[in-house]
Structures are given as structure tokens and as C-alpha cells.
């Protein structure tokens, strides 16, 4: 089973602070990806990288960025935080290849 | 693209009575699925998953999922629930390569 670990688990920030969330696997992963999960609704697809230098958008719209300079690293960016921006946020990997993704324990973000 | 439909937002079952619960997913062609639980503040973790063969499958800590095709479901089962088994499920259905889309969960209340 992968170990995939995310910092901070919990974070209230003012609006406007820009803020990244840390996420890194030590298995070797190609493939990682940014869930947002809301109460009581699916988990919504942000962002993915397929490898290196590789990052795209997933099927939900966010000011988010990402950046993918090491494989075991995919973090998370927010420049400018809002309240509409409060969620859950999952970070998974997986092989290239396999369809089976292994999640970290989240982020919780409140902004205010 | 594909989707996926859990109908029970709660349910709530006495600990040693079975369980089950219920995935409906859409998709044109052989699905990946997956059923993935999440403990309170914590990521999801990987009940099973069913890529063909039996449609019978059989996942970590006592559960097992019956894939049955001309249903488009894939619900999930436990003979006797324990009162750890409180938690939220996710079902999930992919494709090979591309990315899962997961329900909104169904979250599960254990009386004693």
C-alpha cells in the first residue's frame, strides 16, 4: 500500500493569503491527483500529473495550481485564498498504468 | 463519460445485522470499480475493486462487492457489521487510464 502524506491537516486562514498544501508519495508514483471533496457530494477532480513537468486540469474549475518538479511531490497553490475556497482537499497517486489510486489523510481548509 | 450513483445518503444498521450498500454507475463500456471507505478526518482507503474475471469480489476487513452488469451495479456487502465499520463509503468508476469518478457516499451509522 502506498504511504502518500499531506501538510497542513488542518488550516483557517484570512481571505486573500495565498497558501500551498503539501503533498508528497514515497512509492514511486507516476500519476497524482487533487480531489476537492465538499459534504455529502462526490469527490471533484482538480488537477492530475501524469509525471514530471506534466500537470492538467481536472473536471471541476479552481483557481488552484499546481507544479510536479519531483515525482514524489505534487503540490498545491492557492495565491489569493476566499471563503468560497473552504473544502477538503484529497491528494492520490497511483502507477502508471493502474487504475487503483491511494489517498492521503486530506487537507481541511476554512477560510474566513 | 462515466458516473456513478449511490442512492442511500444514510443508513443505519444494529452491529451484527448485514449490510448493504448500493452503487448504480453509467458507463459504455467495462467499468473499473472501486469502493473506497473514509473514517472521520481521515483519506479514503481501498475496500476492493473488480477489473473483470469473477464478478464476485472479495475486499480488506470483511466486504465483498457483486458486480452484476445487467443491474449497472455494484453494491457492496458485509455479512455482520461492527461498530468500526462506521464511516462513509465511496463508490467509484473508471476506465483504463482515465480518470474515476466517484459517488457522493453513503455514510454509515452503527447502533449497538
Known amino acids: 500500500e502506498a504511504d502518500i502524506y499531506q501538510t497542513p491537516r488542518y488550516l483557517v486562514i484570512g481571505t486573500g493569503k495565498k497558501i500551498t498544501l503539501e503533498c508528497s508519495q514515497t512509492?514511486?508514483?507516476?500519476?497524482m491527483y487533487w480531489y476537492q471533496q465538499d459534504p455529502g457530494m462526490e469527490l471533484h477532480l482538480i488537477h492530475y500529473?501524469?509525471?514530471?513537468?506534466?500537470?492538467e486540469k481536472g473536471d471541476l474549475s479552481s483557481e488552484s495550481t499546481v507544479s510536479r518538479i519531483r515525482t514524489e511531490h505534487f503540490p498545491l497553490t492557492l495565491e489569493s485564498a476566499r471563503p468560497s475556497h473552504t473544502s477538503q482537499y484529497l491528494c492520490?497517486?497511483?502507477?502508471?498504468?493502474?487504475?487503483?489510486?491511494?489517498f492521503g489523510p486530506g487537507t481541511r481548509l476554512t477560510v474566513l | 463519460a462515466q458516473s456513478v450513483t449511490q442512492p442511500d445518503i444514510h443508513i443505519t444498521v444494529s452491529e451484527g445485522a448485514s449490510l448493504e450498500l448500493r452503487c448504480n454507475y453509467s458507463y459504455g463500456a467495462t467499468p473499473y470499480l472501486f469502493w473506497y471507505v473514509q473514517s472521520p478526518g481521515q483519506g479514503l482507503q481501498l475496500l476492493l475493486k473488480y477489473f473483470s474475471g469473477d464478478t464476485l469480489v472479495q475486499g480488506i476487513k470483511g466486504f465483498e462487492a457483486e458486480f452484476k452488469r445487467s443491474q449497472s451495479s455494484f453494491n457492496l456487502r458485509k455479512p455482520s457489521v461492527h461498530w468500526s465499520d462506521a464511516a462513509e463509503y465511496f463508490c467509484?468508476?473508471?476506465?483504463?487510464?482515465?480518470?474515476?469518478?466517484f459517488g457522493a457516499g453513503t455514510r454509515l451509522t452503527v447502533k449497538p
Open positions: 500529473s501524469y509525471g514530471v513537468n506534466s500537470t
Open positions: 492520490a497517486s497511483s502507477y502508471a498504468g493502474s487504475d487503483t489510486q491511494y
Open positions: 512509492m514511486g508514483h507516476d500519476k
Open positions: 467509484a468508476v473508471g476506465a483504463r487510464n482515465n480518470d474515476m469518478r
